[in-house]
């Protein structure tokens, strides 16, 4: 899945620092000035959400706290 990212220009800090965060975990993402996300496209990132959740391949939010206790 990606996210679409509309900032204002204002805020560069906060823009570069989520930018780097999302890249630094792996998570796709595009900017105003890309061209948009087609139907296609949308539909097979629900697809493969899907199947990664049938697959079990998801992190529960107790999972995640019990994650950040090591931390």
Do not use: C, H, P
């Amino acid at each position: 899945m990606e996210l679409i990212i509309n900032f204002d220009e204002q805020d560069n800090v906060k823009r570069d620092w989520l930018l780097r965060t999302l890249k630094l975990m792996g998570i796709n993402y595009k900017t105003k000035g890309e061209t948009a996300q087609t139907l296609e496209e949308y539909n097979s990132d629900l697809e493969t959400g899907n199947s990664e959740v049938e697959q079990g391949k998801f992190t529960t939010a107790e999972q995640l706290k019990n994650e950040m206790k090591k931390w």
